[in-house]
């Protein structure tokens, strides 16, 4: 994997590594975080599949409501793991499965299209669904069959696809919900990803010390911030407010972009509280923690004061400036976190999961 290292001014606030046990922060995260939050998304899931079958067996204006709540709920519960970038979450490419996105050229639009125009019964049981392209099996192939441009609940709604339609659906809810399980078992495992990351060193090892582990979690977290300023906002952005693009902003279609946005946000902060890093920073660096979650905190009630759905409220308000704010805070914390806070703790930085070979 191709790094980018810290840049020279970067490089110059770097600290020595710590006399300390890395291994308590990683514990911390793992037990206070991951662990409860991939319940909760495991959880929230495994009501997708009833409230499918709910609105297609009786589309009245109730189970509409009760399935964007539930699809709300999910959306929300996923983009708080979305950014854990690493073991259970990428293996089997499951991140992708759950979502495919960015979709900036509408794959998943036109791959949906194949399935309806074939028919393709493969694309009806979850087993099968499970095998086939990432950008068919997932909450955003799910979002383009249930909803329309607007916002509104369509699944279940008489039309000519309505059968094909609300079979695919329960597909993809059952199969969202069986990644969503996967990933929590293999983090609640005694010999899952949580005790490779504690169990370092030795032969076939992932990790040869503590310090390592660490600072692959470090990565995951710098990561998410690029992945919240890159690909979820400043795509929506574009290059002006003339061509800026709403829709470009994840689970817009459903109405869920603040709701994404906003967990994917208080889901970063949150991981990083759990660690409880005051009481191995040094002393003269432990201010960097408050100014992190001041800045946090100030992106946080931007976000809350956007007016969903932003693909309509988006031209009539001030939108787009509160979001070009929260891009500042965005660029302020991948410092922060990627670059200050990990050099306080003697961690390399100044890389993310996102770059190519």
């Not at 979305?82 to 495919?100: K, T």
């Not at 990790?207 to 992945?227: C, H, K, R, W």
């Not at 001041?294 to 988006?314: G, S």
Request: hydrophobic letters at 45%.
């Amino acid at each position: 994997m191709k790094r980018i290292f810290l840049s020279a001014a970067a490089a110059l606030i770097a600290w020595p590594a710590l006399a300390t046990d890395y291994t308590q922060p990683i514990q911390d995260m793992i037990a206070g975080y991951i662990q409860p939050e991939t319940t909760k998304f495991a959880a929230a899931t495994a009501e997708l599949p009833s409230s499918v079958k709910s609105v297609c067996a009786a589309p009245s204006t109730e189970n509409a409501a009760e399935f964007k709540t539930v699809f709300s709920d999910v959306v929300k519960e996923f983009a708080r793991v979305h950014f854990l970038r690493i073991g259970p979450m990428v293996d089997e490419d499951r991140i992708s499965r759950l979502a495919f996105q960015p979709d900036p050229r509408g794959i998943g639009q036109r791959q949906i299209r194949k399935l309806y125009s074939a028919k393709d019964a493969t694309a009806l049981s979850a087993d099968s669904l499970a095998e086939k392209s990432v950008a068919v099996q997932g909450l955003t192939a799910l979002q383009l069959i249930a909803f329309d441009k607007n916002g509104n609940v369509v699944l279940g709604a008489e039309s000519e696809s309505r059968d094909f339609t609300c079979a695919y659906a329960a597909a993809i809810s059952e199969n969202v919900a069986a990644i969503a399980l996967a990933v929590r078992d293999a983090w609640a495992s005694a010999d899952g990803y949580s005790q490779t990351l504690l169990a370092t060193g030795g032969a076939g090892a992932r990790y040869q010390n503590e310090q390592e582990a660490l600072e692959d979690m470090f990565q995951t977290l710098s990561t998410g911030l690029i992945v919240v300023r890159d690909q979820n906002i400043a795509p929506a952005l574009g290059s002006s407010k003339d061509k800026a693009r709403p829709n470009r902003i994840p689970f817009s279609r459903s109405g869920n972009g603040v709701v994404f946005l906003a967990a994917e946000m208080s889901g970063i902060l949150d991981a990083v509280k759990s660690m409880n890093l005051e009481p191995i920073m040094p002393e003269e660096h432990v201010w960097l923690i408050g100014s992190m979650t001041f800045e946090f905190e100030n992106a946080q009630k931007t976000l809350n004061n956007l007016q969903p759905p932003l693909r309509q409220t988006f031209e009539t308000g001030d939108a787009y400036s509160q979001l070009s704010l929260v891009v500042i805070s965005l660029n302020s914390l991948q410092r922060l976190v990627g670059e200050r806070i990990a050099g306080a703790l003697g961690l390399a930085g100044g890389f993310n999961a996102l770059d190519g070979d």
